[in-house]
């Protein structure tokens, strides 16, 4: 398997990083060598804890070891601020650079929260004119998720093909089952086996966990290549320890101004946008779809079918996973004609079978299932206080349904446990103006992480360069092979090379979106 496939693998799973509407499913990834299982499932009491040198061995994932990826185990502290407590361990992944020339450490993130990071150790490859092999490349599943021990759990059935009531609360029945199944979601992450994480998944918290790990392999300062969230790790990063940061490269860049309940809201008004570019495309091909010959046509053809499966369930598949699987299209041109194929099925034949087959594979309902969900939560909920009286939520997701449907009401339940959350919140970090140097990259109708958030951390950072996908509807799609971003990546790891910044809010350079591909493609 290809770096690249890989990253759409994780792209569809936890729909490519910052906030996606079903839960991610485990990674099985981790390390072979130097490992107990049997006391991995614990957390251990350490009488003093002190920075371990990681035992690097055999990676499980075959293409991890094609990629030349070691594996291994961090042990960090629980709790940062009682680091003589107990310790937790984190999978964490290596690909070593080649030859002679040595640029350092890339630390990485791919967004989330929750998202599996051991596959971005195979990231290098990818960079233009073998740069990437001039560093090391880590990958680490941060605490609570994927081979990361323990990890959090709370319901698997959470992710169950059919089960769910329609998103879009036309009766009031409909709106107190939500709000059941939110609080009693909540209420099992606060029974599970791995409860003990709750209060220590903030953000503050990884970014402690990427200090141990900079210690453990001996490196005085590390780049870091974020994605979506993980762009939001990096800022926290280099505010919190800037002596450590060498260079950063931000795609698909959260805005810390929004942390996290307006940044909620944003993306409510940005998928909306993203997905009418995605009609648009279906429309021209109508010949093929069959599913209207204006954006506006299928448009309505997709509510229809909403409306129907929230009806009747077709195939075992729900309104609820209908939308789940076309908010896909909505991350990255790649799906356009998937999503549109599983939507021709749907109207044109009457059947379910490709929307069943996806979420089945998208979304397998095994042990664990749930644990993208619920360290995506974990973390959303306690990096900073969120709203928890229901009738301003609800106004909120009513108003913004009125002109931006599609996500208002689904991203509203997916986030809605945060209303009763087992574990207090925090204060976000002040991502305070410094004069750093960044390579930032977006493109214009990112539904997820919307450009005004590269924008603005251009703004703050007063080095940073932005490149701009113009017109583009792709989240974090950097090293796609648009030349325009990927050389540019490759000049800026190579020897620091930023193109110039010019004046006014951005962007900077101005390049092609990820190109759609053709229609069956």
């Known amino acids: 398997m290809s770096a690249r496939s890989l990253v759409a693998g994780a792209t569809l799973a936890l729909c490519a990083g910052l906030l996606s509407t079903v839960a991610p499913t485990a990674s099985t990834a981790t390390a072979t060598a130097g490992a107990d299982p049997g006391a991995d499932a614990d957390a251990t009491t350490a009488p003093g804890f002190r920075v371990r040198p990681i035992d690097w ?13 070691r594996c291994g185990m961090l042990t960090v502290p629980l709790d940062h601020a009682a680091p003589d407590g107990p310790t937790i361990r984190l999978a964490v992944s290596r690909v070593r650079h080649r030859g002679r020339t040595d640029n350092g450490v890339m630390l990485t993130n791919p967004g989330g929260p929750g998202g599996s990071g051991l596959f971005m150790a195979t990231y290098g490859a990818l960079v233009p004119d073998r740069v990437g092999r001039t560093y090391d490349w880590v990958g680490m599943d941060p605490r609570g998720v994927g081979a990361s021990r323990p990890a959090l759990s709370c319901d698997k059935r959470i992710v169950t093909l059919g089960t769910r009531p329609d998103y879009y609360p036309r009766t009031q029945a409909v709106l107190d089952e939500w709000v059941g199944i939110s609080e009693q979601y909540a209420a099992d992450c606060g029974a599970s086996a791995a409860a003990r994480l709750l209060p220590h998944l903030r953000t503050t918290d990884t970014v402690a966990d990427f200090e141990v790990l900079r210690e453990a ?41 929004g942390i996290w309940y307006s940044d909620q809201l944003g993306q409510q008004v940005g998928f909306e946008k993203s997905l009418k570019r995605f009609r648009q495309w279906v429309a021209r091909r109508h010949a093929t779809y069959g599913l209207g010959r204006t954006a506006r046509a299928v448009e309505r053809t997709y509510y229809r079918l909403v409306r129907r499966f929230a009806r009747h369930r077709v195939d075992g598949v729900a309104s609820p996973d209908l939308v789940d699987l076309t908010l896909g299209a909505g991350y990255t041109v790649g799906l356009w004609p998937s999503t549109a194929e599983m939507l021709s099925e749907l109207a044109t034949k009457g059947t379910a079978r490709i929307a069943r087959r996806t979420y089945r594979s998208w979304y397998p309902t095994v042990e664990g299932g749930d644990n993208g969900y619920a360290t995506y939560l974990a973390t959303i909920c306690t990096d900073a206080p969120w709203p928890t009286a229901l009738d301003a939520l609800f106004a ?34 002040e991502i305070a103006p410094a004069d750093r140097e960044a ?15 590269a924008y603005e951390v251009r703004r703050r950072f007063t080095g940073a360069v932005l490149l701009e996908g113009v017109g583009g509807t792709t989240h974090a799609g950097s090293l796609s092979g648009v030349a325009c971003v990927d050389d540019r990546i490759a000049a800026y790891l190579a020897d620091g090379s930023l193109p110039r910044r010019r004046g006014g809010a951005g962007p900077d350079v101005r390049c092609r979106p990820v190109p759609a591909p053709p229609a069956g493609g």
Do not use: M
Request: some cysteine.
């Open 439 to 453: 390579l930032l990259v977006g493109e214009s109708l990112d539904g997820a992480t919307p450009i005004s958030g």
């Open 57 to 69: 061995g055999r990676c499980r994932e075959g293409y991890l070891r094609k990629a030349g990826a």
């Open 396 to 429: 909120d997701a009513a108003r913004l349904d009125r002109h931006h449907p599609f996500f208002s009401w689904p991203n509203t339940w997916f986030n809605q446990p945060c209303a009763t959350w087992p574990a207090p919140a925090g204060t976000p970090v």
């Open 217 to 257: 392999l001996g490196a005085d300062r590390v780049s870091f290549y974020g994605q979506s969230y993980g762009t939001y790790i990096a800022q926290v990063y280099a505010t919190l320890h800037p002596e450590r940061i060498d260079k950063l490269v931000l795609d698909g860049v959260v805005d810390p101004r």
